[in-house]
């Protein structure tokens, strides 16, 4: 047996003391990573016996996500306190994905008892609710103003913030009929849409759709044009029931595109605020 059997391990040995593949090493050492201690001149790659012991950490790190440049910096400079601030800088990005996870999760339960209230909602019902504040976000948008192409625009440019954020939601969608138009009948006069959001903290122009009593009412009919008349049976509701309207419309999509590919399939739910006259 040569000295060089006994003092190295072949790419092929050190390569099966971690059961990866040799494709595996010549890619970190292509990357400035982890370098066999000797290559002789046929080509032929030796490892040293400590550098086991190197490799080691490396895949290690790996394993917890740490970059190759950060792994590449740490095995070349090693100390104990350097460990220490990986650690804690890996500590702290896990429990940011655990907060992401989290309110993920949480988001999902939310949408999973909204499709099944879409499911289970009775078309023009008419409903009074006790309803815990909700945070939204909303935008300047005119249902009966602009093309079709520039709705869609000024839709996308609403939505695009929460396409960019890492938190799951589901584009629940609604638009916002100003109370002062609500009392006047202008029933078609929308000036903001709105997406439902779970936690203020989310976005940056959160807003709070306030706690109260709602009157409500669900419609299969999912055009703007076509929300005049279920607006205007809540309303008479309203008025016969001696309620007073004291905040905005919301009209919010229940069972939209993501539910179905049929529009005539649409569920629109219309909210008004409201409380008892005195």
């Not at 804690?88 to 949480?106: F, G, H, I, S, T």
């Not at 807003?207 to 703007?224: C, E, Q, S």
């Not at 008479?236 to 939209?256: M, V």
């Amino acid at each position: 047996m040569s000295d060089k059997s006994k003092s190295y391990f072949t790419i092929g040995e050190f390569a099966q003391l971690f059961e990866i593949s040799k494709q595996t090493l010549f890619y970190y050492e292509k990357n400035n990573i982890f370098a066999p201690k000797l290559i002789e001149d046929n080509g032929y790659r030796y490892y040293s016996l400590d550098q086991y012991f190197v490799f080691e950490i490396i895949i290690t790190l790996r394993k917890l996500g740490v970059s190759l440049k950060e792994i590449s910096t740490y095995v070349t400079n090693r100390n104990i306190d350097s460990l220490q601030q990986l650690f804690a800088d890996k500590l702290l990005e896990y429990d940011v994905q655990l907060e992401l996870l989290q309110r993920n999760r949480n988001n999902l339960r939310v949408h999973l008892e909204r499709l099944q209230q879409a499911k289970e909602i009775r078309c023009n019902r008419i409903t009074l609710e006790n309803c815990e504040e909700e945070y939204f976000v909303a935008d300047d948008f005119s249902a009966l103003q602009g093309s079709m192409k520039e709705q869609v625009k000024l839709i996308a440019r609403h939505n695009l913030p929460f396409a960019k954020n890492e938190i799951f939601n589901e584009y629940h969608m609604g638009y916002i009929l100003p109370q002062e138009d609500l009392l006047a009948e202008n029933y078609l006069a929308i000036t903001r849409i709105f997406t439902r959001i779970s936690y203020p903290d989310e976005y940056a122009k959160a807003l709070i759709k306030p706690k109260g009593l709602y009157a409500k009412i669900a419609t299969p009919d999912g055009y703007h044009a076509n929300y005049k008349s279920a607006i205007k049976k809540l309303f008479d509701f309203i008025k016969l029931n001696e309620l007073e309207i004291i905040g905005d419309a919301y009209i919010c999509q229940l069972r939209n595109y993501w539910a179905t590919a049929n529009p005539d399939e649409y569920v629109t739910q219309i909210a008004i605020q409201v409380d008892y006259n005195n």
